[in-house]
């Protein structure tokens, strides 16, 4: 058996924060705003995840009205997540993950992410794949206000 999830998550863009993507530190003068680290790609891939087996979404597991989330680490909140995924019987097949940003340029830092996810989930890198584009300045990605990213994982029975 096999099952589709797809994700969607975007946070705003403010200055004091680090910008985190796929677990890894992006050297830019703006941060995404959230609750936790605020990383888009994780969240994209953790809803996926649980979208993919009915599972809700990363808001049931991690409201953002827990003080206990603030600041979390979102590899470890997707560490949790996919051992959800693991004791229902089910592992990732692949997944595919676009980041929309005008700025920075990602892809310097997509191996590093690929790297960090693979690692965080114990599955090989070349099960996922990371792309990165614009939104061609259009919008509040375009304006560079905020980042935003789209996942969607293939999972299979085991």
């Known amino acids: 058996m096999i099952r589709i999830g797809n994700g969607y998550d975007l946070h705003r863009l403010v200055e004091g924060r680090k910008l985190i993507l796929g677990g890894i530190e992006i050297d830019h003068c703006l941060g995404l705003l959230g609750h936790s680290d605020a990383d888009v790609l994780t969240h994209s891939i953790m809803d996926a ?87 061609e300045k259009l919008g509040p990605v375009g304006r560079q206000e905020a980042i935003c990213a789209y996942s969607v994982v293939l999972l299979e029975s085991r």
Request: charged share 15%; net charge negative; no cysteine.
């Open 49 to 135: 995840l649980l979208g993919a087996l009915s599972l809700g979404d990363i808001g049931h597991y991690f409201p953002p009205s827990d003080p206990q989330w603030a600041g979390a680490d979102s590899m470890k909140l997707l560490t949790q997540v996919y051992q959800l995924v693991l004791d229902q019987g089910w592992q990732v097949v692949n997944m595919d993950n676009v980041i929309v940003a005008e700025r920075p340029k990602l892809k310097p830092y997509l191996p590093a992410m690929v790297d960090s996810l693979a690692r965080g989930m114990a599955i090989a890198p070349n099960q996922i794949s990371i792309k990165a584009t614009t939104n």
